[in-house]
């Protein structure tokens, strides 16, 4: 039986309180496949990519994948300036 993964679309400019709802998501779906839509999204700091990196590794573990899907331009080079476009490869997203 295939899990149907749960999603998450990011929003164009990740604040404090979308990274606290990124995480409270990412918790209630700990045992299903995360797909997060990233088209849109324009800003994209340090605590969105900790928060993300911090259920990547989690889910390690676990089998559970987390996939960035559709990766804006604006999400990519806040990755690339972070030193963090590799998240983009652990989570089998397009690089």
Do not use: W
Not at 8 to 20: A, G, S
């Amino acid at each position: 039986m295939t899990v149907e993964p749960a999603t998450y679309q990011l929003p164009e400019n990740m604040r404090v309180e979308d990274c606290v709802a990124l995480d409270q998501f990412l918790r209630d779906a700990a045992d299903r496949p995360v797909q997060l839509d990233a088209a849109q999204t324009a800003k994209f700091g340090g605590l969105a990519a900790q928060v993300i990196a911090a259920h990547q590794k989690i889910r390690a573990g676990g089998g559970a994948t987390l996939v960035i899907d559709a990766p804006s331009d604006g999400l990519r080079a806040a990755l690339n300036t972070l030193g963090l476009l590799a998240l983009l490869d652990q989570q089998g997203g397009e690089t």
